[in-house]
């Protein structure tokens, strides 16, 4: 990877990812969304394959060392790796995950807990959903970075529970993204004006 940590330096290592999901129509086969390191790995969830695959560099060369098993049908497409969990948006499932990462010798899926974590403590991600014209939101990304938005609900956190305590008009095409640091937690909107 580049200093950036966004991009790589050069495609002179090409990884070639297999495998294929139950949706035939989405995932007749790998589908790779972004690469995000963590530590000496880098992972790189995988919507066609329903996998978080898990690559080093061997010999200089970034190689397949394993892969972390998402939910079949699911569709991973971002992933957020944080103090030993990942968490992941899983866009064709409508759902967030939270994983133990396991050591890489160890593929067996570990037991999935399904979160929206709404939170400005660097220590907890925050996921953002998109409406596209229907009751059900639409996962698209996770960011640690909140920003100054119109608010399109509000959440109250508790230990161990997240209820909502309200949900103003939301807008067509809403993108949340903004977080309070208090107990009291807003998804937020830009909206085109």
């Known amino acids: ?16 990812f297999n495998g294929s999901g139950p949706n035939r129509a989405r995932q007749a086969s790998s589908h790779p969304h972004e690469a995000v390191q963590y ?3 880098v992972f790189i969830p995988d919507l ?14 970034w190689t397949v060392k394993g892969f972390i098993q ?21 866009e064709m499932g409508n759902t967030v995950t939270e994983q133990v990462i396991p050591p890489l010798d ?7 807990l399904a979160n929206i974590l709404l939170s400005h403590q ?11 014209n229907s009751s059900s939101p639409h996962p698209r990304s996770i960011t640690q970075r909140p920003t100054s938005m119109r608010p399109i609900a509000t959440s109250r956190l508790s230990p161990r ?23 009291s937690t807003q998804a937020c909107s830009s909206s085109a004006a």
């Open 70 to 90: 998402q939910p079949l049908g699911s569709g991973p497409r971002h992933i957020v790796p944080l103090k030993g969990k990942l968490y992941t948006i899983h």
């Open 1 to 16: 990877l580049g200093e950036d940590q966004a991009y790589f330096v050069s495609t002179g290592n090409l990884v070639t």
């Open 39 to 41: 530590g000496d790995e």
């Open 106 to 112: 160890d593929t067996e899926p570990q037991e999935l």
């Open 161 to 183: 529970r997240l209820t909502r305590s309200g949900t103003p008009s939301p807008s067509s095409h809403s993108n949340p993204s903004c977080i309070s640091s208090d107990t």
């Open 122 to 132: 660097p220590s907890l991600p925050a996921v953002s959903t998109m409406q596209q």
């Open 48 to 61: 066609g394959a329903d996998k978080v695959w898990r690559l080093q560099k061997d010999d200089g060369k």
